[in-house]
């Protein structure tokens, strides 16, 4: 089982501020990653494909990268609405989802 | 419009059963990759099994055995058969479907389940 670990477990961040989330891989996943946003009593919602791509609908704001073992989310500047929990998910080998980073206001 | 509403969910006694339903609209769900998911309260996403446009179905080894994922195309609808239900399966379940990414593009709004005695 591929096993995705996510730094750090929280941000505290103000508007405006720029967020860079981490996620990291037990073994390669190539660049068959996803990053997903939910805030609470809601379902996730699908940001970033195959590591660098947006979802239809998803802000320029929102940006990956990274291949292999290491990837990142970076949410250039933050909005109210941005403050949520973010996953990232591999599906190089099934599928497995990070532990989550919470992003919340400072 | 994709539309994904899940029903089903309650409260069951250890070695229960349960099935869940996702209902869809604005798609074909035999022509797409339909999952199940779930999150424990307070706690990160386990995804739970799939099933192919082709029907082969796949299961996490935490429900192997135990639980059962199928379609009905007349209706368009998911199911999950939960069969000797623990504790550790209290979670929201959510149907997701893949589509444009090959990732969960869409997602239904949850349904609860919690077992206890």
């Known amino acids: 089982e591929i096993v995705l670990t996510q730094s750090p477990a929280t941000l505290s961040l103000s508007p405006g501020e720029r967020a860079t989330l981490s996620c990291r891989a037990s073994q390669s996943v190539s660049s068959y990653l996803a990053w997903y946003q939910q805030k609470p009593g809601q379902a996730p919602r699908l940001l970033i494909y195959d590591a660098s791509n947006r979802a239809t609908g998803i802000p320029a704001r929102f940006s990956g990268s990274g291949s292999g073992t290491d990837f990142t989310l970076t949410i250039s500047s933050l909005e109210p609405e941005d403050f949520a929990v973010y996953y990232c998910q591999q599906r190089s080998n099934w599928f497995t989802f990070g532990p989550g980073t919470k992003v919340d206001i400072k | 419009e994709v539309q994904l509403v899940e029903s089903g969910g309650g409260l069951i006694q250890p070695g229960g059963s349960l099935r869940l339903s996702c209902a869809a609209s604005?798609?074909?769900?035999?022509?797409?990759?339909m999952s199940w998911v779930r999150q424990a309260p307070g706690k990160g996403l386990e995804w739970v099994s799939v099933?192919?446009?082709?029907?082969?179905?796949y299961y996490a080894d935490s429900v192997k055995g135990r639980f059962t994922i199928s379609r009905d195309n007349s209706k368009n609808t998911l199911y999950l058969q939960m069969n000797s239900l623990r504790a550790e399966d209290t979670a929201v379940y959510y149907c997701a479907v893949e589509m444009a990414t090959s990732y969960f593009d869409y997602w239904g709004q949850g349904t609860l389940v919690t077992v206890s005695s």
């Open positions: 604005g798609f074909t769900v035999s022509s797409n990759y």
């Open positions: 099933i192919y446009s082709g029907g082969s179905t």
